[in-house]
């Protein structure tokens, strides 16, 4: 691969304020246009002092020191003995150098003072981290991140003075393969039919800023499938006839995280339909259901499934909610329903604009679905009182 000028580039070189927020969806050219830039003027300038900082060391072994180092090589630049692989930082003939670091090591963010600060995915890191970094750098500070939803760069950094901001998307990148571009394109399609897909291309192809703000489910990714050494923890069924689906989800343990995996999401289906319909997706084993629907699970044990009913204490919705939250949850990408649901269920909006630790009771079908089976799997009961969290990001 060869490197070249893109548009991305172009628009961060003419920056010219001391802090530099370069907001923009996937693929855009960001992370590659800036270390061209930070490369070029470690080579320039001779004892320049670069910091490039993320959430956290495997994330940049992945991303930008990753980025670096191919830049590095294949432009013909790379020397092996300037590259200190333990400390992460090459150092160039000139006395110049580039350093990587993650901002959750705390002698690091108050250690060191530099020149230039490049934060790559800055929307993962807290701010009171970028405080630290930022009063300890003495020249520009490069922000980049993906506008998932709002965070302190848009209400403590972005209209400041001395601030840049710039928008960048995947057409600014001419560099950029056409099968991924195809790739990227063809999730416009799926927008048409889904909010999930429609708010994914907002902020990773138009790099917009998204609106998850309120949503109580953030914290959650796509995966194809479910790998084989998932295990499965139970189904939970909401049930459902003329105006609300039924939904049949399954649940997974995967490492410290789960799986949910839609299955059946349908309107007009009568118990014993619903039954052939979980037979033909091998729903068995232990299967939660709504107990307000006696006569459901009734119908739904004679056709030999183990339907337990759940239960509904009090509270139980933001309780069930609450240990959900605490997982990060793979949801299997022919879950149309459920991540349409993920995307909007949202707390109540009170007068003044905050929010209410009261969900709002609609896109909540397969999510009861899963909250049923994930209150008796996971859950703990004892430990676990407390008010809801609004939902938040991390990754
Ligand atoms: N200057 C360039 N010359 C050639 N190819 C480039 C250039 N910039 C980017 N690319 C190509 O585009 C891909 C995406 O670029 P990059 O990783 O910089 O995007 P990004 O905006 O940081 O995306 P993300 O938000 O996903 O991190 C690179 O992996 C590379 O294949
Ligand atoms: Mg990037």
Known sequence: MSYRQTTALKKIRSLKNRIKVIQGGSSAGKTIAILILLIDRCIKEPGLEVSVVSESIPHLRRGALRDFLKIMKETGRYIGQNYNKTLLRYEFSNGSYME??????????RGGRRQVLYINECNSIQYESYLQLA?????????????????WVNSEVIGQKDTDFIVLTYRDNEGLPDDVISMLESNRERAKTSSYWENWCKVYLDGETGNIEGTIFSDYEIIDTIPEDARLLGWG???????????????????????ADEVIYRTGLINSELASLMKQYDVSGEVFADSAEPKSIQELRRFGFQIKAVEKGRDSVNYGIQILQQKHILVTRRSNNLLDELSKYSWKKNRDGGYEKTPVDSNNHAIDGLRYVAMMKLGARKENRGVPQVGFIKR
């Open 237 to 259: 069924i909401d049930f459902g006839f003329s105006h609300d689906p039924a939904a049949v989800i399954g649940l997974y343990k995967y490492n410290d995280d789960i799986i």
């Open 100 to 109: 990587f670091f993650s901002a959750d090591v705390e002698e690091k963010l």
């Open 135 to 151: 009063i300890r750098t003495s020249n520009e500070i490069y922000l980049d991140y993906n506008p998932s939803t709002k965070f």
